[in-house]
């Protein structure tokens, strides 16, 4: 029995390293999980995004969200400009977004670094 445990540690030991090294290829899409928008006046639309992603430093990171319309035109583009590895989700704010006239909604996705768009999305009704 004892030499059987000691058989069971030794393989599991590997398999743990080698799923701790896997952990950023399996770090998933960028999501969007909440929107809040409002109108300022003449200055365009802003626009509050929180975005989740399993950041795991520069190679492996959220690095923008967008506003697009129904077609897939993209109106305006947040930068993230570095990981949020601690900080999950996330919100980050974008001002002056101008939504053209007879648009009544638009769609916000996250990229990430590794896997481009494909997470979560949100559309937001404009009023």
Known sequence: MRRFVIIIRCALLPLLVILALLKPVVAGEADVVKVEGHKEGDRGWRFNVTVRHDDTGWDHYANRWEVITEDGTILATRVLHHPHENEQPFTRSLSGVEIPQGV????????????GHGGQVKPFVVE
């Open 104 to 115: 009544k909604k638009v769609f916000i996705r996250a990229h990430d670094s590794v896997h």
